[in-house]
Nanobody, 124 residues
Framework: QVQLVESGGGLVQPGGSLRLSCVVSGFSMQYNAIGWVRQAPGKEREGVLC????????YYEDSVKGRFTISRDNAKNTVYLQMNSLKPEDAAVYYC?????????????????WGQGTQVTVSP
């Protein structure tokens, strides 16, 4: 059974940082791409970042380039999303999402496994 469990969300002031973690089980990051997707109130889910088993990183949101990075630790079955210089528009529920493919999609869609999400709030 595939499980993805996120943690690390919370309230942060604009300009602050957060690191989200996602512990996976029943899912092999050594063979499958994994990423982060977010959903703000009233908006559709949008892909943020993805990392392949060969550490190829795909950004789906230009607005996070230079601020967000994705990394993974296969030994800990964990993928991370480091978010710096957070802005109010980054506020959303962030989901860890696993792919059945060994490559990140071009569109930011097509993930087949999902975590329950963790809330990120950016406010003074």
């Amino acid at each position: 059974q595939v499980q993805l469990v996120e943690s690390g969300g919370g309230l942060v002031q604009p300009g602050g940082s957060l690191r989200l973690s996602c512990v996976v089980s029943g899912f092999s990051m050594q063979y499958n791409a994994i990423g982060w997707v977010r959903q703000a109130p009233g908006k559709e889910r949008e892909g943020v970042l993805c990392i392949s088993p060969t550490d190829e990183t795909t950004y789906y949101e230009d607005s996070v380039k230079g601020r967000f990075t994705i990394s993974r630790d296969n030994a800990k079955n964990t993928v991370y999303l480091q978010m710096n210089s957070l802005k109010p528009e980054d506020a959303a529920v962030y989901y860890c999402a696993g792919s059945a493919s060994n490559r990140c999609s071009v569109s930011g869609h097509g993930f087949s496994a999902w975590g329950q999400g963790t809330q990120v709030t950016v406010s003074p």
